[in-house]
């Protein structure tokens, strides 16, 4: 797979990875875990493995932002899945294991260490289709009234990331790393490339989302960026590390390989 060369970080430093294995991991600075006191994340679905991860190993407070995760999301999933099994689509240890993640759910957003707040991602001065005022915000209205504090930022919603690249900028110097999904990099790789030049932080990693479509000259579509302060950071002088990293990435769809990644 290509990606231009602007997307080939330059700087290297201690890496983890959190989250489940394959689609919902993501590789981030293990210094980001000492010095954070929150994490946001942008986009939720039924797989919080990152975040539960991420305040087991660092006591950060959890906030979670996701319109779409409600009362008719669990009870559409659950039908589709009492169907699936008496269509025999899938075994009864599988169907279980989903039908208690409402549960794990529950436990686990109790609205202490960790809140759920059913709200979509986006600028609150935008009308979005079947989408409620009340129900958008963004990191001006959530940051609003803060004084400076450190968290942690974690992006996967699924296009709306390029109408908040300014606000990440706005707010950056409180930011102790991020993790991105950008989509459709391919459309929009000149809004990537002005993002990383005006952010401080600095891009230590890049993983390409195998579920994503790779276009007709072989660019992926959909990549996971990680961006690190400085200060957590070495500039190499040789770039050593190859994409995706033995040991540290997995393939989003573990039916897929993770194909080498050129940079050019």
Not at 67 to 78: D, I, K
Not at 83 to 90: D, E, S, V
Not at 91 to 120: D, L, P
Request: net charge neutral.
């Amino acid at each position: 797979m290509k990606l231009p060369i602007f997307l080939q970080p330059k700087h290297k430093c201690d890496l983890i990875r959190l989250g489940q294995r394959n689609d919902g991991g993501y590789s981030i600075p293990k210094k980001s875990l000492e010095d954070s006191e929150f994490i946001f994340g942008f986009g939720l679905s039924d797989d919080w493995s990152f975040e539960r991860d991420f305040k087991n190993l660092s006591g950060a407070k959890i906030i979670c932002y996701d319109h779409s995760v409600n009362l008719r999301y669990w009870l559409v999933r659950f039908c589709r899945d009492v169907i699936n099994l008496f269509l025999l689509k899938k075994n009864i240890s599988e169907s279980y294991q989903r039908f208690i993640t409402y549960f794990k759910y529950k436990i686990f957003f109790n609205g202490k260490e960790a809140t759920h707040e059913r709200k979509m991602i986006a600028p609150i001065n935008q009308n979005i289709y079947g989408v409620k005022k009340h129900e958008i915000t963004d990191l001006n209205q959530i940051l609003h009234d803060k004084k400076h504090f450190n968290f942690f930022l974690k992006i996967d919603i699924e296009h709306h990331e390029y109408r908040i690249l300014d606000q990440i900028i706005k707010y950056q110097t409180w930011l102790t790393g991020l993790v991105i999904e950008f989509h459709d990099v391919d459309l929009h790789f000149e809004k990537i490339k002005k993002f990383i030049n005006e952010l401080d932080l600095q891009l230590v990693h890049i993983h390409v989302n195998n579920f994503g479509t790779i276009n007709n000259q072989n660019i992926p579509t959909v990549i996971e960026a990680t961006f690190s302060p400085s200060r957590y950071n070495v500039i190499r002088e040789i770039n050593d590390n190859k994409f995706p990293v033995n040991g540290l990435d997995q393939p989003n769809n573990k039916k897929e390989i993770d194909e080498p990644i050129i940079f050019e």
